[in-house]
């Protein structure tokens, strides 16, 4: 790309996402060393006064948001980043529960392309980049960052934070991390501390977690050994970390297990939360693409499910709320996850299966799908034609469950709400 064809601080946010796309030779590369350099001499590696890092294989964005939600109800100053986006970029950045605008984005890009003089970087580290840079502009109190991929060497890692997070550890990304859950649970540890809190969700952790936790000096908080949660009935549940237990809380709209870690995370924050915040702001965490109900006759439920760990908790989570119902699943993938054990995770609640091809390079094909299917279907260009497909066979009592990708549920969710305008 020529140098006249560099975007400007007054060019379309849309031509900025173009030209970040095309700039670096790989779009996953691993490695602080030129993101680092960037962050270092833009001054963005204190973006807040408080900054907690959340990684795992699922639950990041759960966390995040039932995290958010308790700190707006405490009156802070909350910016997330998370990723990938479900429909369009600017949902990849938060400030107090709301996207920014274009015009915001395309300022923090311009700041960056001038910061990075020379220095190569990817899609990922330079969005990475320009969120700081929007937090540091807005001036949030705390920072909740999402890790992108693994942890250790993910771009987030650049960044000086209070409190590290481990969420959940499973087998995903095989061509990026490996399929050894130890050597997993390694990267995933690689953003803990020295001398600060590091939490991690996972029951039963594999002993790599707990050994670099050591090895470090972080202040390991592990489920089922320094804190713990029960649920008491469908309603309440309760948590607890020493001498300190809440009872009788909300249940949340999102997985239990996140909003325990979450709990205990923010404990150790040395923040101004009441008891009331964390009732209101259980209470209040949602997020879109989980569990999240489009509509009623027939339901329609989306979720972002992608690996055997997610979907077997969707699973259970759809035959405790939908029992005896007729489920219609639409699913499309990327190749590159572990298909077969999705497939089989989500055959208990699936009635009847819509299988549809992805776009883009990491795509995986209907076909492809259909070879883990326990049943002969028809296969579907797109994740829409399945859902229109499954909408026309469903009767009003009956469940469309839309799964498989935070793409399949984009490009359902972007044409459900273009239908209804």
């Not at 392309?113 to 330079?126: A, K, M, N, V």
């Not at 060497?153 to 991390?177: E, F, G, K, Q, Y």
Request: contains cysteine.
């Amino acid at each position: 790309m020529s140098q006249s064809q560099i975007p400007q601080a007054t060019s379309p946010l849309s031509m900025w996402l173009d030209y970040l796309q095309n700039i670096h030779t790989s779009a996953i590369d691993l490695g602080l060393e030129r993101v680092q350099a960037v962050a270092k001499s833009a001054n963005l590696t204190k973006p807040a006064p408080t900054v907690i890092t959340v990684a795992g294989t699922n639950g990041k964005g759960s966390t995040c948001a039932l995290m958010e939600a308790i700190l707006l109800d405490a009156g802070y100053s909350v910016g997330v980043y998370s990723s990938p986006h479900l429909i369009r970029y600017n949902e990849r950045v938060r400030v107090n529960g709301q996207d920014l605008a274009d015009e915001k984005h395309v300022q923090a890009f311009d700041f960056i392309e001038t910061q990075r003089g020379e220095i190569s970087l990817s899609f990922f580290e330079y969005g990475t980049l320009a969120a700081l840079r929007l937090f540091q502009t807005e001036k949030v109190d705390i920072v909740l960052l999402e890790v992108g991929l693994g942890g250790r060497l993910d771009a987030t890692n650049v960044v000086d934070h209070d409190v590290s997070i481990v969420t959940s550890l499973a087998i995903d990304h095989v061509d990026w991390l490996g399929d050894d859950i130890n050597v997993i649970g390694y990267e995933k540890a690689g953003i803990f501390r020295t001398g600060k809190p590091a939490i991690c969700g996972q029951p039963k952790a594999p002993a790599t977690v707990a050994a670099h936790a050591d090895d470090i000096g972080a202040e390991l908080y592990q489920v089922e050994i320094q804190y713990n949660y029960q649920l008491t009935d469908s309603n309440t549940w309760s948590w607890v970390h020493g001498s300190y237990q809440l009872d009788d809380l909300p249940v949340p709209n999102l997985p239990l297990q996140n909003a325990a870690t979450a709990l205990m995370a923010l404990a150790t924050a040395n923040l101004d939360i009441s008891d009331v915040n964390i009732v209101k702001g259980l209470e209040n965490a949602k997020l879109p693409g989980r569990m999240q109900v489009l509509s009623t006759q027939p339901t329609i439920l989306l979720d972002v499910a992608h690996n055997p760990h997610s979907a077997e908790y969707l699973v259970t989570r759809v035959a405790q709320q939908y029992q005896n119902k007729t489920i219609h699943t639409v699913v499309a993938m990327l190749h590159d996850k572990d298909i077969q054990s999705t497939l089989e995770a989500l055959t208990p609640v699936a009635s009847h299966w819509y299988p549809a091809s992805l776009t883009g390079p990491r795509a995986a094909s209907a076909q492809e799908l259909c070879q883990f299917l326990p049943q002969q279907t028809t296969q579907y260009q797109t994740p829409v034609d399945a859902f229109e497909a499954a909408l026309t066979k469903s009767a009003a009592e009956d469940v469309i469950l839309v799964v498989g990708s935070f793409h399949t549920v984009g490009e359902v969710l972007e044409h459900w709400q273009n239908k209804g305008e």
